[in-house]
């Protein structure tokens, strides 16, 4: 006999004695004989032990979701058992010998159908239970087989995947930092990054010219059904570019990969629309294109909103930037922002991507001159030394021969949501987090050791 064969193969081994590994599906005891379906990660496959077979008295003592190994012999059903509509739903495994490999104790919950509707602390403490229903199976292969075809875009288009660092500064991405304390430098901290953006942007003073990251970005923001802590990245740059050309990149990318993943488009060229226009006519920077039909079928509406305002007012009445402070404004605009005139007034080359409701991504051009990167700090109120200590890396950079670039960050979460139609980024995440921050299965956030708070120079004050 072959080794294990998957069970998605088994129709090419008609006749023959074969042994396949995986789960117990379902078990259904008729008494007389006991049907299974087993599962691997190809799909199901019925088995039956019948009325004399040696393995009997082992298929009364399996559960569901028991590993096993089975051996058996492909049947091809007769005529009138074949369901058409099943995989394998013309053959049947004759079974000879079940081995347990390891038994389970009863599922939690019910995972044969759709979780979603599962009290969500339960699904996380059990998220690896939760992962083997069929909807979370399929949700994250949709999501590797978005990332992989990406990559394979990106790579056939002379980009160079790069990942940079995770301990970093503070970036000023307009949300709370995540830190980390660091032991050698005791009242000191690192920051997890809110993006790539200036790691990115130095790659392209670095010479790269076409960079690409899947990266981990994190935010201390408030939760809501598509945000959470962590997301996913798609971060690209490029070098030598203008608008035009990074959206139209983009848009070769993102249309390559989602039709040979088998949906449909809207409209292409994608529209793109003014921010002024999209708040006029929708009240929101994203909104969902699609017709009611189109919302039950394979359509995605992608959009670009282009010309928003560089700046808007705090609280307190001062100046802010509103998407990336390393943006360039547009090209008529740029007189305005070095002379620091008509401030409310200057758009920015920010685009952002909308699809089917949800901002799935955004980017723009870059200052890449030290003087323009100054003047954007210099009207949000920075001083001298205020600008050298939030960006003086970056403006030396910009005096070494830094190329003109812009580049973009699609969310994974939220494209793989309109491909999978979830509206929840828990939904297309391994392991994601509760609504209240808790990590699935383990549990964090946790308090530290005394002797941890100790190494840190760490005082916990209780409140
Ligand atoms: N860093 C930006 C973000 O994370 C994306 C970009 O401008 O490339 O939203």
Request: hydrophobic residues 35%; charged residues 30%.
């Amino acid at each position: 006999m072959q080794g294990r064969i998957l069970v998605a193969d088994l129709g090419n081994h008609i006749g023959e004695l074969v042994s396949i590994s995986g789960w117990v599906d379902v078990r259904r005891d008729q008494g007389k004989m006991v049907f299974f379906d087993f599962r691997d990660r190809s799909g199901l496959v019925q088995g039956v032990v019948l009325p004399k077979s040696p393995a009997m008295e082992i298929a009364k003592d399996i559960r569901n979701e028991y590993v096993v190994r089975v051996e058996g012999l492909v049947n091809k059903r007769p005529e009138k058992n074949v369901q058409a509509d099943r995989q394998n739903g013309d053959i049947e495994l004759e079974i000879q010998t079940i081995e347990i490999l390891n038994p389970s104790e009863p599922m939690p919950f019910d995972i044969s159908g759709d979780t979603s509707g599962i009290d969500e602390n339960v699904r996380a403490e059990y998220r690896y239970l939760d992962l083997r229903s069929k909807r979370m199976q399929k949700n994250m292969r949709v999501r590797s087989e978005f990332i992989r075809r990406c990559r394979e875009y990106l790579f056939a288009n002379d980009f160079t995947e790069i990942e940079t660092p995770l301990l970093t500064e503070s970036t000023p991405e307009g949300s709370r930092d995540f830190v980390v304390p660091s032991r050698l430098h005791p009242g000191k901290f690192y920051a997890l990054p809110q993006s790539p953006q200036q790691y990115k942007q130095l790659l392209m003073t670095a010479g790269f010219e076409r960079y690409f990251q899947i990266a981990r970005a994190v935010r201390d923001e408030d939760l809501r059904a598509d945000r959470g802590f962590e997301h996913t990245q798609l971060d690209l740059e490029m070098s030598f570019v203008t608008m035009d050309d990074v959206m139209a990149a983009v848009e070769d990318m993102v249309t390559t990969v989602v039709e040979a993943m088998g949906y449909t488009i809207q409209q292409k060229p994608f529209p793109r629309i003014s921010y002024k226009d999209a708040m006029e006519k929708y009240g929101a920077d994203k909104f969902d294109l699609r017709t009611e039909n189109e919302k039950t079928a394979k359509v995605l509406a992608y959009a670009w909103v282009v010309n928003f305002p560089f700046f808007e007012k705090t609280d307190e009445g001062e100046w802010t930037f509103t998407h990336n402070p390393f943006s360039m404004p547009i090209p008529e605009h740029l007189e305005w922002l070095m002379k620091g005139e008509h401030i409310g007034d200057i758009l920015t080359t920010q685009y952002d991507l909308v699809c089917n409701g949800f901002e799935t991504g955004g980017g723009s051009i870059r200052a890449h001159k030290p003087e323009i990167l100054e003047a954007v700090y210099k009207v949000m109120g920075f001083s001298n030394e205020g600008l050298e200590e939030r960006v003086g890396h970056m403006l030396k950079a910009f005096r070494h021969g830094t190329p003109p670039h812009g580049g973009i960050a699609l969310g994974i979460e939220r494209m793989v949501m309109n491909l999978t139609g979830e509206t929840y980024l828990r939904e297309v995440q391994a392991f994601p987090m509760t609504r209240g921050g808790q990590t699935s299965v383990m549990k964090a956030p946790k308090p530290l050791t005394e002797k941890q708070l100790k190494e840190l120079g760490l005082k916990i004050d209780k409140k």
